[in-house]
Structure formats: C-alpha cells, structure tokens
T-cell receptor
Framework: GENVEQHPSTLSVQEGDSAVIKCTYS??????FPWYKQELGKGPQLIID?????GEKKDQRIAVTLNKTAKHFSLHITETQPEDSAVYFC?????????FGTGTSLTVIP | DAGVIQSPRHEVTEMGQEVTLRCKPI?????LFWYRQTMMRGLELLIY????????DSGMPEDRFSAKMPNASFSTLKIQPSEPRDSAVYFC????????????FGSGTRLTVV
C-alpha cells in the first residue's frame, strides 16, 4: 500500500515568518493530496488540496506544491500568525482511502 | 449541514466493559471511515463503508472491535471487552464519491479505559 512520510515532526517559527512542511509518498498511482489542520481537541479540518494534474495551488497565505516525478509535496504557510499553531497532516490517495503522514506540530511564537 | 456528528465526546470506562461509539455522517455522503488517533501511531484507518457496506476492515486491531452501519445516517464502533491500550481518540469521517473535497471529520470521541 501507500506510504506517506512527513517532516519535520515539530516546527517553531516566529510570527510573520514562513513555515514549510514536506511529505513524500511511494505509490505513483496516488492522484489526490489533501492537507489537514488539527487544533487541540478537534478533528482534522481540510485546509487545501491538490490533484496530480496540477503543480501548485494557492489560497491566501497557504500554498501547496506537488512534484510527481520526485513523489513529494509540500505545504507553505506565509506570514504565519499565532492561530496557525496546530498539527498539520498531509495525505495521499489513489481513490477513496487516504494514507496520512504522521503530522507536524507547528508553533508560531508571537 | 451540521457536519459529521460523533457521540459521546468523552468516554471513561473500566477495563472489560463494552464501549459503543456513534457517528452520524453528512447527509448524502456515501463513504464513512473510522480512524483511531494515538501519539505513537498517528491516524490509523480501522474500517470504511461504502453505501453502508463494509469495504475494508483490515485495520481493525482484533476481534474485540466491530463496526456496523445499519443505514446511511448512522454507524457504530464497538469494543468488547475494552482494554487500557484501546485508549485513544476515535474519529469518524465521511465523504462523497467524486466530490471535490476530501474527508470531513467529526470532532472525535476521546476514550479512556482504566
């Protein structure tokens, strides 16, 4: 099956700086890559996603890039704010089942 | 829509007791997933259903775990008998095949077995 690796496991940045989280996947058939944000005591929430026919997607301060050849994709958060502090999960999917990374705990220091 | 609804939010039970977790998916969604989240293992898929039919239960840890989906608006995950190592947060998620978005997760049930 698919194997998704996510780095780093923890990340601290100063408010206003950028944060980058990277994931790799193993199954070249994976064609959908969502990112989830999980705040304390809540379920993961979809924040952005990208499909394999697109190299980059942006939504305000959040962007995701995909390199199909290298089988890796990244989440970029610019101008970070304290409310961005959370655990972020990447996932890869070939169909209906998602394979999740192990999560990155992001702390934005005011 | 109220989203995916899970109950209870918190459950504390004694080892050996039966535990039942409940989930109401988003109306119209045809896939339902049960996940378990722990610090050590992250998000683990336990089982998923399509149109109320279990498709893949290979993630169910052992026979003590069972899941049902009697209709499109309700699913249960049962643990009998419960053990301390079952302590985790259990999430239910649903999605619509062919829909533009990924899973929608519920708020989870935090299970503590003492």
């Amino acid at each position: 099956g698919e194997n998704v690796e996510q780095h780093p496991s923890t990340l601290s940045v100063q408010e206003g700086d950028s944060a980058v989280i990277k994931c790799t996947y193993s199954d070249s058939a994976s064609n959908y890559f969502p990112w989830y944000k999980q705040e304390l005591g809540k379920g993961p929430q979809l924040i952005i996603d990208i499909r394999s026919n697109v190299g980059e997607k942006k939504d305000q301060r959040i962007a995701v890039t995909l390199n199909k050849t290298a089988k890796h994709f990244s989440l970029h958060i610019t101008e970070t704010q304290p409310e961005d502090s959370a655990v972020y999960f990447c996932a890869a999917s070939t169909g209906n089942q998602f394979y999740f990374g192990t999560g990155t705990s992001l702390t934005v220091i005011p | 829509d109220a989203g995916v609804i899970q109950s209870p939010r918190h459950e504390v039970t004694e080892m050996g007791q039966e535990v039942t977790l409940r989930c109401k998916p988003i109306s119209g969604h045809d896939y339902l997933f049960w996940y378990r989240q722990t610090m050590m293992r992250g998000l683990e898929l336990l089982i998923y259903f399509n149109n109320n039919v279990p498709i893949d239960d290979s993630g169910m840890p052992e026979d003590r775990f069972s899941a049902k989906m009697p209709n499109a608006s309700f699913s249960t995950l049962k643990i009998q008998p419960s053990e301390p190592r079952d302590s985790a947060v259990y999430f239910c998620a649903s999605r619509l095949q062919g829909g533009p978005y990924g899973y929608t997760f519920g708020s989870g049930t935090r299970l503590t077995v003492v």
